[in-house]
């Protein structure tokens, strides 16, 4: 027995190792197919610069806007890995969407995985509200009005959305909330809906390619290989995007304006927001998580091919364009005044 | 979903929206504040990130001259620096907006929506942490932090370094995935 499988021997007696050599079909290894655990590798990193980035934030509203100007100007690393964090943020939402989008346009959240998808939308949710309050950490002018925005739907939605309006306790600023909600509450959420989805992926197996026989079988570990490959080209993406194209910080934000437009990822929704105003907002994303949500309902038929699905691929399809052509139509159109101003 | 039942989902989204919309979102729309402080804050707020919103800048600077709280603001300045717009002049516009609130120092960030703003005094207590609330700037340092802050790659060694792991990083994951390109292609 050679030096390596003595260790290997070793460490599966004492860890079970060996529990993760289950196979998984070759099809696997795929970009397409691996845009969940290149996501999960983002949130990884996400959360190891964030820790990195906790040690240099103030999350008081005197001191925040400060805090993430110095560590922009400062000559340590800080000012990186904040450039990775951002990079990193844009990158995990991207590959979230791409693996929906992947997910729906195969049928793979037909039965028997109707539950994994409705804890795929939860993630998907939660990864935007962890984008979210991340842009309101810099309290700079669009992270302010981000709030702003938030707030009117908080109180919008009156008892239910008491807890996004500063009324909700007088002794810690609303600041000091988004700031827990992004390290603490938001995470742990992650956390559990992460295990939940695994969980499920185990049980149910990779999905089949639609059309095609599941072919080749390969143990996990190959594919976890596979992941670390793709994590190392993640990383490298955003290291060089961090140093060459680090992200800006606006000023300290003054209440009453509204001069911001949000990040792309909210930008389809802005568009409803400049027809009817904030309500439009709310309405928007939620008749949009709302059907999400019904997917699996909506189409209940076991087939997967895309020629057997034509109809709802083409819907899915047209949304997408819609919600592209309105985030565009947002980006090149002038703002209006949502709240205050 | 039948058809009928579809009709009648999409026709109580379109009443919500349509219920909903205008009447609340005018509601959200706000007065400007009185205070001639306040609305040259905004105004200079407004020409550092976005020059093109010169109509509502010359709609606050406006209000601030006749404004009858005009505590911590040089209206001469201000009346020079609506001169300005007028010549189309938005660096001076904005040199002159700052100006007229210089003297009330650097304003705190506000402590968030739907909370007072911490109004500008001339001579703020220290805050809880013991640093003072507000300070003393030069033109140039409160031109500057009010804007915002793009940091360019500079070529430093420690910037060079970071790069060159990156590149290396992705080189290799690159290379990587090219040579087992046989297990990625079923």
Redesign the interface.
């Known amino acids: 027995m050679s030096t390596r499988n003595g260790v290997w021997r070793a460490l599966d007696e004492r860890l079970g190792l060996s529990d993760f050599t289950y196979p998984v079909?070759?099809?696997a290894?795929?970009?397409a197919y691996s845009l969940g655990g290149i996501s999960l590798i983002g949130f990884i990193v996400l959360i190891l610069s964030g820790i990195v980035l906790a040690q240099y934030y103030h999350p008081m509203?005197?001191f925040?806007?400060d805090s993430v100007?110095t560590m922009?100007?400062g000559?340590r690393?800080e000012?990186?890995v904040r450039g990775v964090h951002y990079w990193a943020a844009q990158v995990v939402v991207l590959t979230v969407l791409l693996h929906m989008i992947r997910v729906f346009s195969t049928g793979a959240f037909k039965k028997p995985r109707e539950a994994n998808w409705i804890i795929g939308v939860g993630l998907l949710a939660t990864t935007i509200g962890l984008f979210f309050s991340g842009t309101v950490l810099k309290?700079?002018?669009e992270g302010?009005e981000a709030?702003?925005h938030n707030?009117?739907i908080g109180e919008?939605l009156g008892r239910l959305g008491y807890w996004f309006?500063?009324?909700f306790t007088e002794n810690v600023?609303?600041?000091l909330r988004v700031y827990i909600a992004h390290v603490s509450i938001l995470p742990s959420l992650l956390l559990l809906l992460l295990v939940g989805h695994f969980w499920l992926v185990k049980k149910h197996g990779i999905s089949a390619r639609p059309g095609r026989p599941v072919?080749?079988m390969?143990p996990f570990t190959?594919h976890l290989k596979?992941l670390a490959?793709?994590?190392?080209?993640?990383?490298?993406?955003?290291?060089?995007l961090?140093?060459?194209l680090?992200p800006?910080?606006?000023?300290?934000?003054?209440?009453?304006?509204e001069?911001?437009k949000p990040p792309w990822p909210f930008l389809p929704l802005f568009a409803f927001e400049n027809?009817?105003?904030?309500?439009?907002l709310f309405?928007a994303s939620t008749?949009l998580f709302v059907l999400l949500l019904l997917v699996p309902f909506?189409d209940r038929s076991p087939e997967v091919a895309p020629a057997t699905r034509r109809v709802r691929l083409a819907s899915g399809l047209i949304l997408l364009l819609a919600l592209v052509g309105l985030g565009l139509l947002a980006l090149l159109t002038p703002g209006a005044?949502?709240?205050?101003? | 979903m039948g058809g009928k039942a579809r009709w009648v989902a999409a026709g109580l989204v379109i009443a919500g929206l349509v219920g909903l919309g205008p009447g609340s979102a005018l509601a959200h729309k706000g007065k400007l504040p009185e205070d001639a402080l306040t609305l040259v804050r905004q105004a200079a707020a407004l020409l550092a990130q976005n020059p093109a919103m010169t109509g509502e800048v010359r709609e606050r600077l406006q209000l601030a001259l006749k404004s009858k709280k005009p505590a911590g603001v040089h209206l001469d300045q201000v009346a020079e620096a609506l001169r300005a717009l007028d010549n189309k002049d938005i660096g001076a516009a904005r040199r002159l907006v700052t100006a007229a609130i210089m003297p009330a120092g650097m304003p705190m960030p506000p402590e968030g929506p739907g909370r007072p703003a911490a109004q500008a005094k001339v001579a703020p207590p220290p805050s809880l942490a013991g640093q003072p609330a507000a300070v003393q700037l030069s033109l140039e340092t409160a031109m500057k932090m009010a804007a915002p802050l793009r940091v360019r790659f500079t070529g430093s060694r420690t910037e060079t370094s970071v790069l060159v792991t990156g590149l290396a990083f992705l080189g290799l994951g690159l290379f990587l995935l090219g040579r087992s390109r046989r297990a990625v292609q079923p």
């Open positions: 079909p070759r099809h290894n795929t970009v509203p005197q925040a806007n100007r922009m100007q000559i690393f000012r990186f309290w700079d002018q302010f709030l702003e707030i009117a919008l309006t500063p009324g600023s609303i600041l072919g080749e390969l190959v596979h490959k793709y994590a190392l080209v993640l990383l490298g993406i955003v290291l060089v961090g140093v060459l680090p800006a910080v606006g000023p300290a934000p003054v209440e009453g304006i001069v911001t027809w009817v105003g904030v309500p439009g309405w008749g909506l005044v949502h709240v205050g101003g």
